[in-house]
Structure formats: C-alpha cells, structure tokens
C-alpha cells in the first residue's frame, strides 16, 4: 500500500482556495501546496491574496517543473458571476500549462 505523501500526491494539479487568504484558507492553501499543487489564493482583498500567496511562495518551492510560479494572489469578489469569471481567467493564464490543451 502507498503511503499517505504518495496517496495525496497532487503534484501537477492545480489548487483553487476561495477565501485563501483567511483564517482557514491559509492553512489549507499551505497543506495543498506541501501536497505538490500549484496554488491561486482567491481572496476579496488584493493585499491579503498578494500576502497569502508570497508566504505560501516562501514556504514551498517556489517553481514547479515546468519553471513557473506554484502559488498565486488573485483579487476577486466570488460572490459575482464576473468575480468568478475574472478569477477563472486570471489561474488559467497563471497556470495555463497545468491544464489539458483545448486543441
Ligand atoms: N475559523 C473557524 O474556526 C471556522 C469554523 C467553522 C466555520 N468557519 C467558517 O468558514 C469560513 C472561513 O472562515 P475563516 O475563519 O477562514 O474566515 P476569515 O474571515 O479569516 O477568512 C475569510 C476570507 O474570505 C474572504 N472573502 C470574503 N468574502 C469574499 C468574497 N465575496 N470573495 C472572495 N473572498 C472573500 C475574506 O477577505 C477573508 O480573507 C467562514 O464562513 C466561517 O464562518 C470558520
């Protein structure tokens, strides 16, 4: 049986935290980024996403295999269609190699 680093190995996964730059956000953004994914911390406050992210950038190798950033900030009010539109847009461009080509 493989053990547990190997059972919750998200390596090349992307990880989307809603509210990721608050009390329990922060916590579980850390433990998915120690799991191996790339992480975009979605939070209402631009500063608080933008910190979330850096500290998760300092704890966690800061680049996947690919050579790009494994922890974003991105600023969206979720509780719009456009803030979920615009969050969306905003990872796909950050981690657009993460994810399956469209073509
Ligand atoms: N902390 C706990 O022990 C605990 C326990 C049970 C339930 N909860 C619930 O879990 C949720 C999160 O708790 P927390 O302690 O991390 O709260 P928190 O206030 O520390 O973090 C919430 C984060 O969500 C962000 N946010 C708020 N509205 C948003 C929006 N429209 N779009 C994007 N981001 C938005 C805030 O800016 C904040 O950074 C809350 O609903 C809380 O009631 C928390």
Do not use: C, N, Y
């Amino acid at each position: 049986m493989p053990g547990l680093p190997a059972l919750f190995d998200l390596s090349g996964r992307v990880a989307v935290v809603t509210g990721g730059g608050g009390a329990l956000g922060t916590v579980v953004a850390g433990a998915l980024a120690e799991a191996g994914a790339s992480v975009a911390v979605v939070d209402l406050s631009e500063t608080t996403a933008a910190k979330a992210a850096a500290s998760l950038a300092e704890a966690i190798p800061g680049q996947d295999e690919a050579g790009a950033t494994r922890a974003i900030g991105v600023s969206a009010d979720l509780s719009t269609e456009e803030g979920v539109e615009g969050a969306l847009a905003a990872i796909d461009q950050a981690f657009v190699h993460s994810f399956p080509s469209s073509e």
